[in-house]
């Protein structure tokens, strides 16, 4: 797909763990390409209602089912398919509130996991594009009331290629850790995204969080993975052995 000339690189340093390698990275790749079902397992949404001055919160919220028809399809791209993220229009409240609908991929932190990460993708504003999205990856804490004990957002609003990057430290282990991307919209106005090409690993050497670390172990995997996305991988596990060596 066309690609644009936009990189942001966000990071978080920590305190507790200092230039870790994940012994065991959370890895995850998508170029929408395949069956509907298969490529859009394992996403959930969220949408919590505010007033329609978008910051005074109305209290509650709801989980959301991908595939429903709403805040999250695949669509036609530029070039290849792509993940159009949007409000839930259908809330029967509309229009007086107003919503964030986030669509992500949840995973349990164990102490394996813990290190540098980065999440790369590309936005490509539709028609109806939205005026507040972004990308995130955060660390929610279910025994505090689902509080964030870490967040890194990028918004996406202008399109191209985009990279935001998190340390997950030793207190967030048992926590939920969460990558996808937001939409804040009031009432029926636009507030589509789409996005393309994502890739979720241990944090290359070039979006490292900044703390001192090159994580060149971890950095060859992600690289592969965004060296191979675009080559119809389609969301499985890739083959990180090493090429045979020529004679």
């Known amino acids: 797909m066309a690609r644009f ?3 942001v690189i966000l990071s978080i340093l920590s305190a507790v763990s200092q230039a870790d390698t994940p012994t065991t990275p959370i890895e995850y790749s998508q170029d929408w390409e395949g069956d509907e079902f298969e490529v859009l397992s394992g996403w959930l949404a969220y949408i919590d209602a505010f007033e329609t001055d978008c910051v005074t919160t109305k209290g509650y919220g709801y989980a ?3 595939g429903a028809g709403q805040v999250a399809v695949l669509a036609d791209g530029i070039d290849s398919k792509v993940l159009n993220v949007f409000s839930n229009y259908d809330d029967g409240n509309q229009p007086d509130l107003c919503l964030k609908s986030s669509v992500y991929r949840e995973v349990t932190l164990v ?3 813990v290190g540098d990460y980065s999440f790369s993708f590309i936005a490509e504003p539709p028609e109806a594009v939205g005026s507040n999205t972004n990308g995130f990856i955060k660390v929610l804490d279910p025994a505090a009331g689902y509080a964030a004990i870490g967040l890194e957002a990028v918004e996406t609003t202008a399109g191209g290629e985009v990279t935001v990057s998190l340390t997950v430290d030793e207190s967030m282990v048992g926590k939920l850790l969460q990558f996808g991307f937001d939409t804040l919209a009031a009432g029926y106005d636009n507030s589509g995204m789409q996005y393309d090409n994502l890739v979720f690993g241990a944090a290359s050497s070039g979006g490292s969080s900044g703390n001192g670390g090159t994580a060149e172990g971890a950095s060859t995997t992600f690289d592969l993975l965004l060296q191979t996305i675009d080559a119809g991988r389609r ?5 990180k052995t090493a090429p045979a060596s020529e004679s």
């Open 64 to 66: 959301y089912t991908i």
């Open 235 to 239: 969301g499985s596990t890739i083959d």
């Open 5 to 7: 000339s936009i990189l």
């Open 111 to 113: 102490d394996d996991n």
